[in-house]
């Protein structure tokens, strides 16, 4: 995050600039959405900071009158809008009739809770993560904007004001909810709050995130790679079969979940000791446990990524997020064997290599 220029109170314009890192999840998606990891007793989820980042720049301009313009350099959209009203009334349109849809929700909903009704407010976007990728770029948009936005309007002793990363949270994950008409998971912005190599824990009483050691998230990152499929996955349809199916009894789904809920626990243990060699055999059954929950999350394409990514030595792969598309997680011996897959050219052109690395700077 870099600040041109402090304060606005000298009627100055203030520009600052902000990347949120977005995540793998190796282990407990899913059991991440309220009520599961209620009904579940608790659920822990294992996912990475990876440089693979959202990035924005906004500015402010004292005026008396309201002004936001948008702009997405990935989509080509921009948008303009000089009153809050028509701002609430472009949140009620489809996406497809406003594209920019996600973005006016996070601001209107922030100007509104902060009482900002004044000022020029401009914002620029790119995105560095595929469309429909898996690696939880919407929310990750959203925590960094609302940051974005609380940081600047100067407002940090205001009651209202989100200055503190598990509000930021529950703001955004609310809105998200709002957004998509389906219940919203609760991982995805984590690692982009706080950085590093993380557990993620949720129950009706507390919610909490520990890191591990840095040295563990370079360990796995080294021997990791994402094939991005090209093909855009949708998570809150491929959710909301599985919250369907769980509460209306389907057994088969219930015990999928308990299995996934129990091998984060299995999991979680293997790094608090060390023991990277049976966390990675263990993300075999994390995908395993996963096809149970819903036919929608295995598919052709990521079928044939794992044929390819076989052939060249990986030895572990989950899809990312809710599956069905997006990108597929594998895991290689070791980091030579995995740089050696990178430079092999992939069999289908819309199909993208990215690399990893484990990112321990987070938003706070």
Same mark, same amino acid.
């Given at each position: ?25 190796? !282990? ?14 608790? #659920? ?8 693979? &980042?959202? &990035?924005?720049?906004? =500015? ?85 904007? /609302? ?70 998230? !370079?360990?796995?990152? &080294? ?13 809150? /349809?491929?959710?909301?079969? !599985? ?6 009894? &389907?057994?088969? !789904?219930?015990? #999928?979940?308990? +299995? ?19 966390f990675v055999k263990a993300v075999n059954k994390e995908w395993a446990l996963r096809k149970?929950l819903s036919n929608t999350f295995d598919v052709p394409v990521l079928r044939q990524a ?6 060249? +030595? #990986? ?5 990312? +997020?809710?599956?069905?598309?997006? =990108? ?37």
């Amino acid at each position: 995050m870099a600040a041109l220029k402090n304060k606005f109170a000298n009627e100055s314009i203030e520009v600052r600039k902000y990347s949120g890192h977005c995540r793998v999840d190796w !282990v407990g998606g899913t059991t991440d959405l309220w009520p599961f990891y209620c009904h579940l007793g608790s #659920a822990r989820v294992i996912n990475m900071a990876i440089p693979v &980042n959202i &990035n924005l720049e906004i =500015s402010y301009e004292p005026s008396k009158k309201f002004s936001l313009k948008v702009e997405s350099l990935d989509l080509k959209t921009r948008s303009q809008h000089s009153s809050l009203s028509v701002l609430a009334s472009d949140i009620k349109k489809t996406t497809k009739q406003n594209p920019l849809r996600w973005v006016h929700r996070l601001c209107y909903y922030s100007f509104q809770k902060l009482r900002l009704t004044s000022g020029t407010w401009t914002l620029s976007l790119k995105s560095d993560a595929p469309p429909g990728s898996g690696l939880g770029g919407s929310s990750v948009l959203g925590a960094t904007l /609302i940051k974005a936005i609380h940081d600047l309007s100067g407002n940090s002793e205001n009651e209202n004001s989100v200055t503190d990363p598990w509000k930021i949270h529950a703001f955004n994950f609310n809105l998200e909810a709002a957004e998509i008409e389906k219940p919203a998971g609760e991982q995805d912005a984590l690692p982009a709050l706080f950085g590093g190599l993380l557990s993620c824990s949720f129950s009706a009483e507390t919610k909490k995130v520990s890191r591990y050691s840095d040295h563990l998230g !370079v360990e796995l990152a &080294n021997r990791s790679a994402l094939i991005h499929t090209g093909k855009p996955h949708h998570s809150g /349809i491929n959710n909301w079969d !599985v919250f369907k199916k769980y509460h209306e009894g &389907n057994k088969k !789904v219930r015990s #999928a979940l308990e +299995g996934i809920r129990d091998l984060a626990e299995e999991m979680h243990a293997y790094l608090e000791r060390g023991d990277v060699e049976s966390f990675v055999k263990a993300v075999n059954k994390e995908w395993a446990l996963r096809k149970k929950l819903s036919n929608t999350f295995d598919v052709p394409v990521l079928r044939q990524a794992w044929s390819f990514a076989q052939k060249s +030595g #990986a030895i572990a792969r989950k899809a990312c +997020g809710a599956g069905g598309g997006g =990108s597929l997680l594998l895991v290689f011996p070791n980091q030579q064997i995995r740089d050696l897959a990178l430079e092999k050219t992939l069999p289908k052109k819309d199909w993208i290599w990215i690399p990893l690395s484990c990112e321990t700077q987070g938003l706070f």
